[in-house]
């Protein structure tokens, strides 16, 4: 006799619901399909295309999957979104595939997934295909998604590493350190006056507009290893070297005090909505205006310039004007934070 229950009174995520009949369907369309109605019915999706496209793709392993200020879901969307606008281009078409750990908790799923959608509205970005599969217990980890944007060049310049060179400014769009810090906190229970939150978000718009509106040469995302080492590969994918000011980095206090209890530097510490441009100098002013404009990257400010090939690739000058060599990190600082 089977007594397993149906679906409708299933709270949690099982095997069935990645076996490809009755349950799965049921959670596809009760569930993932009717929160994308752009996505295709069919084994592909086709869409127009017209112009020069970019794609980029990412897969999302985050621990905890909900933090402060964000959840898996809102990462996925906006850090496929925002590689796009790092080379000036503008998200169009998402593919979202889920690996699902049986067990999961099905109203978590569903606070993920109006997440996600929530988020691609904001960004204007349309789910079309997808993929779901479940994985036995103990062997996934809740959930993983992987997402690819598909999107159109609209930036007037080519934005790339090796077009930085000798003279050019570097801005960073706000404070770092601020979402591996959020989720080290969260994960660690970590109890401060003040919550850490996460400054996981969108950064299309302001992109876009600064590379559609000045000669931008390069612009990189802050995630993984931080600002330090958006710096140092961009230094040496350009064969440049760079001199930022510590003075000038933005960190609030909280994130400040977080990193001296656990030992951290908060240049190498996750960003999931921050980003660094680099630009001739005659841009700066127009820069900064264009980006305070945006509230992500209100705080925008200059912290350093552009020189020819040094000895290091950045170097950070101290508040004690010693000079500061930064290297990439030997491992990974704070794993599973993206």
Known sequence: MNCAL????????????????????????????????????HDA?????????????????????IFPGGDIGKLAVCGSVNDLAMGGAKAKYLTLGLIIEEGLPMDELRIILDSIASTCARAD???????????????????YINTTAVGEVLSH?????????????????????????????????LQFDSEITSDCGLLHETALELCQS??????????????????????????????????????????????????LDPVY??????????????????????????EISSGACVIGDVRQTTAYPVTMVTPYGTHRPLDMMSGEQLPRIC
């Open 157 to 189: 310049h080519f934005v790339h590493p090796n077009q930085v060179k000798p003279g050019d400014v570097v801005i960073v769009s706000g404070d770092v350190g601020r979402h591996g810090a959020a989720v080290m906190a969260s994960r660690q229970s």
């Open 45 to 65: 999706a086709t869409f127009p295309t017209s112009g020069n496209w970019a794609m980029t793709t990412d897969s999302y392993v985050i621990t905890p999957r």
């Open 269 to 294: 510490v996750a960003n999931e909505g921050r980003f660094a441009v680099w630009l001739p100098a005659s841009e700066v002013d127009q820069a900064l205006k264009i980006m305070h404009h945006h």
């Open 214 to 263: 000045l000669e931008v040469h390069c612009m990189r995302d802050l995630t993984r290893g931080g600002l330090a080492s958006a710096l140092i590969e961009v230094a040496q994918e350009s064969g440049t070297g760079t001199s930022i000011s510590e003075e000038l980095i933005p960190v609030t206090e909280h994130v400040a005090s977080f990193c001296d209890i656990l030992g």
């Open 125 to 143: 970005v349309d789910i079309i295909t997808g993929d779901t599969k479940v994985v036995d217990r103990g062997r996934g980890d809740g959930l």
């Open 6 to 41: 149906p679906y409708q009174e299933r709270n949690i995520i099982t095997l069935a619901h990645g076996g490809g009949g009755r349950v799965f369907h049921q959670l596809l369309a009760g569930e993932i399909s009717s929160r994308f109605p752009k996505g295709s019915g």
